[in-house]
Every structure is written in structure tokens, then in C-alpha cells.
Nanobody
Framework: QLQLVEFGGGLVQPGGSLRLSCASS????????IAWFRQAPGKEREGVSC????????DYTDSVKGRFTISRDNAVNTVYLQMNSLKPEDTGVYYC?????????????????WGQGTQVTVSS
């Protein structure tokens, strides 16, 4: 069973930055398209960003375009989400997920394996 672990969440002031990491022990993340989702209290889980297995394509939800960057480093078996210019509405639990194939998407049903999540709180 593929297990994913997220790192890097925390409390940050509006306008600040965080970098989230998604790692796996015993499995090669380079074989999977990877996505980041987030869930705020009382809201549905939403797709934030994804990167294809090849790393050649990525996608972002409109609200984070120009502020977030997804990347993968297969040498260290990690996928990153660099989050800049953070806003209070970015607050939530962030999850990484692994799918199948090469292409990625921002729909939860595209992904079979999920991490436990890391809390991101943007507040002054």
C-alpha cells in the first residue's frame, strides 16, 4: 500500500510563504501523478495543484495561480508545493495524493492514495 506523508504546514501571516513536501517511504513517487488538495472547515476538499508523472505538465486551481508552484524531485522522492503570498482563505488541511497514468487532474476521484494531511493556517 502506497503511503504518503506531508510536511511543512504551520502558521504564517498573510503575505508569507510556506513550502509543503510530500514524500513516500518504500515507493517511488516518480511512477505517479501527484496532486495537492486542501480542505477548510465546513467545506469540501478541493484540488489545488497537480503534476504529471513525467513532470512536464501541471495544473492549478484559479485561486492559487501565480502564487503556488508545484514541482517534483525524483532524486529525493519528493513533491513540493511552494506557496507564496498566502491569504487567509488558503487556510486548511493540505493533502497530497497519488493517482495512476501520466496525466494529472484536480478531481478527488482521480486519486487512489492519500496522505494524512498537514495544517496550514494563514492568520495575523
Amino acid at each position: 500500500q502506497l503511503q504518503l506523508v506531508e510536511f511543512g504546514g504551520g502558521l504564517v501571516q498573510p503575505g508569507g510563504s510556506l513550502r509543503l513536501s510530500c514524500a513516500s517511504s518504500g515507493f517511488t513517487l516518480g511512477y505517479y501523478p501527484i496532486a495537492w488538495f486542501r480542505q477548510a472547515p465546513g467545506k469540501e476538499r478541493e484540488g489545488v495543484s497537480c503534476i504529471s508523472r513525467s513532470g512536464l505538465t501541471s495544473d492549478y486551481t484559479d485561486s492559487v495561480k501565480g502564487r503556488f508552484t508545484i514541482s517534483r524531485d525524483n532524486a529525493v522522492n519528493t513533491v513540493y508545493l511552494q506557496m507564496n503570498s498566502l491569504k487567509p482563505e488558503d487556510t486548511g488541511v493540505y493533502y497530497c495524493a497519488a493517482g495512476v497514468g501520466d496525466a494529472c487532474g484536480l478531481r478527488t476521484y482521480d486519486y487512489d492514495h492519500w496522505g494524512q494531511g498537514t495544517q496550514v493556517t494563514v492568520s495575523s
